[in-house]
């Protein structure tokens, strides 16, 4: 196993239980003896607002195995640092889980190809420059009407498609990747723990039963999102999807599209009720509706019942 200085990983024979990310970040490992799944191919959303840094999506482990944790835009805790991610790692007979961090350079993250600017050494997707994070465009998605500090660099890999889907270092068909001299540097600089969006990103992609890889296979159905908490907006997609490709009859949409609304305005309410947030009893409520309603869309979609397509996509599951 690599042991990057700093990082307390734990080696039990047995597997633990799942951790948040907050805790994991703090030096509570997770080992395994079942190596974790392929990464899945994705689109990658478009940068939501100027700021913003991606963070790519990878397989956590709970009580009911591997589930995906999707990729997200998030807000840096401040100017100036860089995401590194966190890999598993192969060594003592089970595979550790080695967390991400936030810090002044990027560290070692195993050699994975996380796609979008992470290509196993370094990030190419953007740079600060001053008090501003500029996008290189040749490698992330970013809409140029609305950031418009970009450039381009196409001399680096373009790693907008994952190729190399291995999502761990090290033992049979690992990544056999080594930490570089400068990456060995970035692990001895201080080091700031995933924020506390990313740690509610985390937990509430634990309790969706559809990120699971037991149901989804290794495909999951938000693989990607372009915001913490864009949950609505993508089962909204999934469910436009499914009209669009003849996965779902009229009767069932209008059963879904019903549940949605439903659900957006118990949202609605509560929100306006409590001065425009929601309470953990809520939230918990929320994420309960929603899935309930994730499973159902699957259920419906992958039933024997089906309609004319209105057209082909393959926006739902562009996995290869």
Known sequence: MILIPG?????????????????VAVGIGISVHVAPPAIPVYVQPACPTEGFLWTPGYWAYGDAGYYWVPGVWVAPPRVGVLWTPGYWGWGGGVYAFHAGYWGP???????VNYGFGYGGVGFVGGEWRGGHFAYNTAVVNVNTTVIHNTYVNKTVVNNTTVNNRTSFNGGPGGVAAKPTAAEVSASHETHIQPTHEQVSHETAARSDKSNLYSANHGK???????RVGQRQANQQQRIGNGVKNGQLTPKETAHLENKEAGINK????????NGGTLTPAEKKQVNHQQNQASKDIAK??????TDKPVQKSNSE???K
């Open 7 to 23: 990082l307390l990983l734990g080696l039990a024979v047995l597997a633990v239980p799942s951790a948040s990310l907050g805790q």
């Open 105 to 111: 350079h990027i560290g070692f993250y195993g050699g």
């Open 220 to 226: 999951p159905a938000n693989a990607a999102m372009s």
């Open 266 to 273: 118990e949202v609605h309410n509560d929100r306006k009720a």
């Open 300 to 305: 419906d979609k992958h039933n024997n019942k």
């Open 317 to 319: 599951h562009p996995h």
